[in-house]
């Protein structure tokens, strides 16, 4: 399986989310924010950081790079598209997910070891978890905080398409404790927290066994693996 991962000016963790990617077992390739190509990958990871420096808001720009017309298209073709961080906020302002992410309720950006409840199994990303698995995934932004209208909010928990869901402390303010949601068809997946981060033992999060030893995040890269091994 070949996944690509776009860079954009400013992109941050690309490189991690590759190491993910073989980590897991699939071929990362790298893809150019500034072209119309695909290079035939079977799943994108939109990576976190800081595209285009967060003017504007976080990911308008990106959004409208050359290569997310060709995303959008594959995205609807129900090619499997993980946005991770910015590349959440990439997706919402694409409308590839509903809703907004603004700035922490606290004022501060944040970095800690973030539990969260796995709500939904039915996605490309998801489908090697269990539903209501506590989980342990780096979280780091300043612009995290999930927004949306209660009829959006209400549409979201009554189809389950709530992903994940911040557990012991809400880190951003972030409306329902949402850390991250899928779309319907479950092939489109975005989350605030960082997966890519927690993939090798020695280098997650401290878990009860030992420190540094979390790999929770290798379990969305294996999912999509599986997912096309299936199809």
């Known amino acids: 399986m070949r996944v690509g991962v776009i860079t954009f000016p400013g992109s941050l963790d690309d490189r991690d989310a590759m190491r993910a990617i073989r980590f897991a077992g699939a071929e990362p390739v790298a893809l150019w924010h500034g072209t119309h190509d695909l290079d035939g990958v079977d799943a994108i990871v939109l990576p976190g950081g800081f595209s285009y420096g967060d003017y504007l808001r976080c990911g308008a720009i990106a959004a409208r790079s050359p290569i997310m017309a060709e995303v959008i298209e594959a995205a609807n073709d129900g090619m499997p598209v993980l946005g991770i961080c910015n590349g959440f906020q990439i997706l919402v302002e694409t409308h590839l997910l509903p809703g907004g992410l603004v700035k922490n309720d606290h004022g501060d950006f944040i970095r800690r070891d973030q539990r969260l409840r ?13 539903e209501g698995q506590e989980i342990t995934i780096p979280l ?10 209660e009829a959006t909010l209400d549409r979201l928990e009554g189809e389950g398409l709530v992903a994940f869901r911040y557990l012991d402390v809400n880190p951003n303010g972030s409306l329902r404790d949402i850390a991250g949601l899928r779309n319907e068809r479950g092939n489109v997946v975005g989350l605030m927290p ?32 599986q997912q096309s091994v299936l199809r």
């Open 118 to 130: 796995v709500e939904s199994t039915s996605s490309a990303w998801t489908n090697g978890f269990t």
């Open 140 to 149: 780091k932004n300043g612009e995290g905080g999930y927004i949306a209208d």
């Open 194 to 225: 960082h997966p890519e981060h927690a993939v090798e033992a020695g280098f997650g999060p401290d878990t009860p066994l030992a420190m540094r030893s979390g790999v929770d995040g290798l379990t969305f890269f294996t999912s999509v693996l």
